[in-house]
């Protein structure tokens, strides 16, 4: 399983990987924001939560159709299923590269986006904490709605179809706690529920890719 | 012993609604029309909402199938995912559709509602958000059904889908409560009698909920007898290609 992790770690920083594009579609997003909704600081601010949340969302998305596909076409996925390591395993090590190759490095660069938009001061650590928390529940939903489409040709568009409502919680939850912390208001509640919605999807949703995976290699 | 489980057979499926069938979408056109021209024209007009009050005998019968059709689906996929029984994914495919016009209808009475009576066509109320969200659940879980060949995979896959989009979308309900607070009145309907609306609207209303419900079920027979047929013709083509081959 460890072995898996570091194959995938070492594909996805080689070879041009997702690793450093979606750290600059990050960027990207958020510099485009100022453009869209003009450069007043307050309202920036107030909105930095919620765009830094949205903007970390979709660069973890950008990257989501690579955790399998790669695999699939080139019969490595097989080899994996046959492998002694069961596939709830290789669904978890692979959300586990997933979450240290993007989510991990967008929860580090999002308080210095932040600064471009303005964050309040308040704000800073609970933004950081609330995307440690609720990134990994978005690389293993995304690992699951990955594993669903695995078998498609250009799946890219109906995976975001796909995964987009199942991030809805996670996004409230984790945008909540950011908007509140930068608010200065209680921040408690939506800390708990966000932490709760990701270990629950930690927890059980390897098992569920395994179980999608199955049926697509039959 | 009869039960109910005979008709996952298909042929005793197909024998069975061929005659239940135009019995139901009679009932079901018969309630529509007499719900509606009841509730439309011989109820008195809310004395603050005027007119307006009427968009109830569409609004909360096609809401109310918008859910139970999902939980339809739930259902189904859960048999097919235990118990293999084709009819009942294909039944699942079938009711997707129609649930999603449910959806539809739902926001846009809603919407159509709101602009005189809130002064807007939209508000990010929890309700509101979620029946959005619950549209969205369907668009991906009809994208997913269009987008893989294998009818078997399919199934699998959407059933699996549905079953984790259940508790997505549930969890999407609490969430967004917790997120904003509502505009929308609770419930027009409850056992609990102390909250319905009055009985003069009470009653035709529960004749329109009586013909969604009727509607919802001979449309879902009808395209799942569809599926059926389809499944049966695509056999029927692969068999002669063989032989020609």
Redesign the interface.
Known sequence: MIALLIRDLKLSVRAGGGFGLGLAFFLIVTVLVPFGVGPESGLLGKIAPGVLWLGALLSCLLSLDRIFALDWEDGSLDLLATSPLPLEGVAAAKAMAHWLTTGLPLTLAAPFLGILLNLPQSGFGWLTLSLAIGTPALSVIGTFAAALIVGVKRGGLLLSILVLPLYVPTLIFGAEVARRGSAGMEVLPPVLLLAGISLGAVAILPFVSALVLRINLR | MASIWEYANPLKFMRLTDRVLPWVSVLAAASLVIGLIWGFFFTPDDYRQGSTVKIIYLHVPSALMAINAWFMMLVASLIWLIRRHHVSALAAKAAAPVGVVMTVIALLTGAIWGQPMWGTWWAWDPRLTSFL?LF??Y??YI??WE??EDAD?AA??TA??CL??SV??V??R???N??NQGLHQGASLSLDKEENVADVFYLPLLVCIAGFVLLFLSLVLLRTRTEIRLRRTKALIAREGMADA
């Open positions: 969200i969205l659940f668009l991906g994208a997913l987008a893989i995979t699998d896959l699996v889908l984790v989009g997505f979308a969890l999407s609490y969430a967004v917790f997120w």
